[in-house]
């Protein structure tokens, strides 16, 4: 059926149409009135043709960048990393001559503004630090082919105007945060576009294809890891952050086609409430100068709706907490050249406009109010540390080392002091002992960011969440924590983080034992099994005279291995090196509890798994199962696309992985070939919604709750908030466990913090050793659930599995590695992975 089309805000005030490509020139994006010096190339000079023509790949981008800067005395460059795809991460930093040429001091002198002595700096003669960055999510590319045009101005503009702004201002330029991504879909917009610019919706230029340009590499949403900081593309940009703690920070979005434009502030409701008032404010006041050029440009936009300010993992929110402004842009995407959309038509130039003007604006503001926003930072920083208090922090894990030292990875690149623990002590009940814990004082520059980090929070303005509502890192990462430690038990300040130190392997002539404790013991075993030697598990607890051991620890026989005693003495100190991982030497068979002969040792074979992926498959689900086996545990995993399915060798895989999926992933044909693998000995280890198709073709026996809802008092106006808010945007509950299950290997106490974001609530079979994880009678941590919800989830399980002819189907019902920083829970996987044929 044909639109008709009553609004053309876009292009019928503009007088720019898609035929029009052929003939775009700089005179649409720049300013009026201003000359530019000549001897700076134009962007199409270097990558070949005019911004919003075609849609900029990464390496012309870098191109560019690198020929502004090699040019430019304004300009100077920096690699600080590569993407995952050894793509460069480039940082711009860009001012007057005379600034670049004093950058070093001038950096010190506003990082002083963070330390302590603040107060007679003189704010009136400094530079204010914006830091611009663009297009973090790959398929919103007007930011980055926006970021040609800002940094072109930049470099060749000239007169007053550009002269006041770049002698009283450092700008931070990272003109892509998301390099595989942004070159991802430039190829798909690129080879999909025709020389008559098609504007039906329905062509396949606006249709990616699976996982889509969004994401990085293994297929992460890059702008929810500003405060974990688990990849290369995050590390890098925090690093920046932190080396100059800019006063702005803005990042560049797309949104719906049938959008305007947004900026922030977001719904005032949903701003974290350690977030000060005066951020708020400074925020809209910045607000104003955006809203005055698009006034004069003929833009529509909007603010305080849809988006928020909670989640402090957002790069619009993570200044916020940090003494600075974070500033959100979302642009309506025309996600290839030109789109209909319900406004008129809307064209690629035209997004690239509104980005560039939003650059522009942020630039003027940022002049205007240089020494108000320079004198909240310091006054941020001066308040944290007065508003600190005594004492300490303190987490740790006596039996994983390695996840603690993780943990204060995240502290370290964030530049919180943190210190060891020196001497043993313990505090409500845990203990935290040298080697495997660490205190944080309180009375530090980053106290209000390490508070954001370790609160627990459970009420809340607001119901309704852009992102998760609880992100306690020391319960995402299953380690002790205390707010009361003993700072005389610290040891000497930090400098440079070193993974835990572990005892050297002694020789054995009978057999070697490594507890699964530890993060990295799956590592560790999957080295031992890709090795071709025999391993078991230790189903009971047994002991020797210097150690006991618990459920799930892995024992490996001396004697008929296809290594001798000395190749396997080798190859093990090699594992124990590699993996930073204690495994020990054991003389005897003779241990109390079982005995290491014993019929509850039972071998483990070596796994080969298969993850789905492609059409129907949720690709942040699959691409941090993807990365944790890739990058953390160094294991081999299949990618197994959907649509090959049918003619996939199913017998090569003892494990086969289906997370959350939309539609149908999965026909009838390809669900009768999963079936019979099963059938004949095959684990499938399904996620979330997958509950769905288990249920459905009768592979696992699962009874949800299903409350229904009835909206009393509540208006047509409120009715989308009401429902919105009986959902779980992410939240943090407690569940007990029975530690002897085997998908609970490793853990060493009874109870565990599992992340959820879905309202799947599985009852409780009526044989309790089959509930061996279950959520208890008030399992609410931390985060926001309806009154209604928390009574759902009482006592239900998040965990269920069953027998499937001689296999076996396991089902979570929340993803156990949400966004690579939920190192709690991995362990989970890895317990099904190796362990599920005795469950």
Known sequence: MKKIFTLFFIISSLGFQAQDFDTLSLDYYLPKNVSYNADIPKPQDIIGFVPGQWHVSHD??????????????????????????????LLLTISSEENIRNIDQIRQQH?????????????????????????????????ANAALLVAYYLAAAEGDEIEEVLDHTIILFDPSFNPDGLQRFAYWANTNRSANINADPQDREYDEVWPGGRTNHYWFDLNRDWLPAQLPESQARIKTFHKWYPNILTDHHEMGSNASFFFQPGIPSRTHPLTPDLNQELTQEIGKYHAAAFDKLGSFYFTEESYDDFYYGKGSTFPDINGSIGILFEQASSRGHAQETDNGLLTFPFTIRNQFTAALSTLEAAKSMRVKLLNYQRDFYNNARSSAGKGAWAFGNEKDATTAYHLAEIMKRHQIEIHPVAKEFSKDGQTYKPGSAYIIPKN?????????????????EDSLF???????????????????????????????????????????????????????????????????????????????KNKEYDYGSIMIPVQNQKLDKEELFDFIKNVAKTANIEIDAVGTGLTSGINLGSRFFVPIEHQEIALLVSEGITPYDAGEIWHLFDQRYDIKVTKLNTRNFGRADLSRYTDIILVNSWGTALDKNDTE???????????????????????????????????????????????????????????????????SHPINFGYKNDRLALFRNTTIFVEADEQSYNNPIQYTSDPLLSGYISEEKNEEIKNTVPFKTGGFGKGKVIYFTDNTNFRAFWFGTNKLLMNAIFFGDYM
């Open 466 to 544: 852009y992102d998760i509502s609880a992100w306690t890192l020391p319960l995402a990462f299953n380690v002790e924590y205390t707010e009361d430690a003993p700072l005389d038990h610290a040891g000497a300040i930090i400098e440079e983080l070193k993974q835990p130190a572990v005892p050297s392997v002694e020789k054995s002539s009978y057999a070697y034992v490594m507890e699964w404790h530890d993060y990295n013991a799956p590592k560790a075993l999957n080295m031992i099994l890709d090795k071709g030697l025999r391993a078991r598990v230790a189903m009971k607890k047994f002991g020797t």
């Open 444 to 460: 530090q520059r980053q106290h209000r960011l390490v508070e954001a980090m370790f609160e627990k929070r459970t009420r809340f």
């Open 111 to 143: 990082k002083a503004l963070v330390e302590e002595g603040s107060a007679n700096l003189n704010t009136k003669e400094m530079p204010i630090v914006v830091n611009q960055g663009f297009s973090i999510h790959g398929n919103e590319p007007s930011g």
């Open 673 to 739: 070939k999963l079936k019979t693998w099963i059938k004949n000995g095959g684990t499938l280890i399904a996620y979330r919604n997958a509950s769905r198709y288990l249920i459905a073709n009768n592979l696992l026996d699962i009874k949800t709750k299903s409350d229904p809802i009835t909206a009393k008092n509540i208006s047509f106006e409120q009715r989308s908030d009401f429902y919105g808010a009986q959902g779980i945007g992410g939240a943090i509950f407690e569940a007990k466990l029975d530690r």
């Open 60 to 89: 012309r981008l870098v191109n560019y960048m690198s020929k502004l800067a090699e040019i430019s005395p304004r300009i100077s460059i920096e690699n600080r990393g590569t993407s995952y795809e050894g793509r460069p991460l």
